[in-house]
């Protein structure tokens, strides 16, 4: 089998152990950061950290990733690549069944992979299959994924949440019908996701709790209320304070893990006056780095080099200069610049995590030397629909996918759906595809080193840390994994955890 040179992998800061006997029974109640009106069951448009916890608490993908991110059986049961890397051939589980009690078939993992490059679909993961030629069914349980390039990486993508198997023709998405652990009882979008056990579930003697109820608190303070008050058993996203809080409670506990997720600077470069490269070196040079690791973010991080590879990365490149906070540079290109006393928009929002507390250092500094910056504070609700991509600068967030290769693909291809600054680079294109089909680790390093040389040197999108997971549960909840792909053990946790009260 070839193995998978780019994964994006982290050791937890804090390591969890499931000692105990699972428990089954109760309720599990789930606050998240985000909210969304636009809540939805079809994978192909899921885009944010609800829609990520939703699709695993009602479906199934053909792998999963551990703790390790090493893509693990879920689904499939084993797979394997030909010689050429463009042959891979999955072996399905035998005894599934969906939710309306029919079996899952070959002919239903062909149609939720492949709906993905129809147009129609308008799935947010369509980047990722441009290098699919086609799926065949090989036999009732087995079937072939053919590429026109290799790609080593191919087990991880199929474990991404748009990758959820559906039943074949599935083109109604009010009620879910997947294979996952939980069946649908109650769903108000925006407001709440309530599930029932999955008494068909082909995980024998999961999932552990009876229901799960998925809701929505967008403020940081109240999320931290509702944990210490027991209203919740789970709270994604807590912040400052509600870090030391959440540590000294006697019934709550922190769940953390590193990962490569981070909120950034955003630069549209096909926007006024973002179109300006000294103007976006002014806020390349203005990020006071350290200080925003070490008293915004509460050490839970690592700096970042504006580009999207983690410094304990084997791919990382070591020989780009480390951005730093220098007055001077600042000053150099704000000059440059011809901006002059004019005024800057900067949008912010609670939206991206620590994104308002990025724009006030970031403030703070550009006032240090003349530079006339203009803090809009904006909703989180509309935010990614009316401010991401659509102002000149703004803060972005991005959170992290299996491999280097599939984030590159979605936020930094000239075609990927989530591109928000516009930046459009034909070697960088070239690169981002040279390094999906090349196996040699050496190789990969040379060609992701110069993927990250031109995204730091575009300025586009200046990342100045990556930020640590950081939940608060309950001492009850038990079964938990950190992982580096998200919130709660990377979003996968419906099936595993239960409540020990």
Do not use: C
């Not at 969304?36 to 792998?63: H, V």
């Amino acid at each position: 089998m070839l193995g998978t040179a780019a994964l994006i992998s982290a050791a937890p800061r804090m390591a969890w152990s499931a000692t105990a006997e699972p428990k089954r029974g109760g309720v599990l109640r789930v606050a998240t950061h985000v909210q969304s009106a636009n809540d939805t069951f079809d994978p192909a448009k899921f885009t944010f950290s609800n829609d990520y916890i939703r699709g695993t608490t009602f479906y199934n993908t053909l792998t999963v990733p551990n703790e390790n991110n090493e893509p693990q059986p879920e689904l499939a049961e084993s797979w394997e690549a030909d010689a050429t890397g463009k042959n891979w051939t999955f072996k399905l589980r035998k005894g599934i069944t969906f939710h309306d009690g029919s079996s899952m078939t070959a002919q239903d993992v062909v149609f939720s992979i492949m709906r993905h490059k129809v147009e129609e679909t308008a799935s947010s993961a369509r980047p990722l299959v441009a290098n699919i030629t086609g799926v065949d069914i090989d036999n009732a349980d087995t079937i072939v994924v053919r590429l026109e390039s290799p790609d080593a990486d191919l087990p991880n993508l199929m474990g991404i949440f748009q990758f959820a198997i559906l039943k074949d023709g599935t083109t109604d998405f009010a009620k879910p019908n997947g294979t996952g652990p939980f069946t649908l009882k109650e769903f108000k979008p925006g407001v709440r996701t309530v599930g029932v056990r999955n008494g068909n579930y082909w995980k024998e003697g999961r999932p552990y709790v009876d229901e799960i109820e998925l809701f929505y608190i967008t403020d940081p303070i109240a999320r931290l209320n509702a944990l210490l008050a027991g209203d919740a058993h789970m709270v994604s996203e807590l912040r400052g304070t509600a870090i030391d809080e959440v540590s000294k409670s006697e019934t709550t506990k922190l769940f953390t893990a590193t990962a490569p997720r981070y909120s950034f600077i955003r630069g549209v470069v096909d926007i006024p006056p973002a179109d300006n490269e000294d103007l976006r070196l002014v806020f390349a040079h203005l990020v006071n780095r350290k200080r925003f690791v070490e008293t915004v973010l509460k050490g839970k991080a690592s700096l970042g080099n504006d580009h999207p590879f983690l410094g304990t990365s084997p791919l990382y490149n070591a020989d780009i200069p480390q951005r730093e906070l220098d007055h001077d540079k600042a000053k150099f290109h704000l000059q440059k610049s011809g901006i002059g006393s004019g005024k800057v928009e900067f949008h912010v929002s609670d939206a991206a995590p620590y994104g308002l507390e990025l724009g006030q250092l970031l403030q703070r500094e550009a006032a240090a030397i003349g530079f006339n910056m203009d803090l809009r504070r904006e909703p989180a609700d509309s935010y990614w629909n009316t401010i991401a991509g659509k102002r000149a600068f703004f803060i972005d967030a991005h959170s992290p996918r299996p491999t280097y290769n599939i984030m590159l693909t979605l936020f930094w291809k000239s075609t990927a759906p989530w591109n928000h600054s516009h930046f459009k680079d034909e070697k960088l294109d070239k690169l981002i595809d040279e390094g999906r089909s090349t196996l040699d680790l050496a190789k990969r390093k040379e060609i992701y080193g110069a993927a990250q040389r031109i995204i730091h040197d575009s300025a586009s999108s200046i990342i100045p840390a990556f930020m640590d997971y950081v939940d608060g549960v309950a001492n009850s909840v038990q079964g938990l994994v950190p992982g580096p792909l998200g919130n709660f053990g990377g979003f996968n946790f419906a099936d595993k955890v239960w409540l020990d009260s």
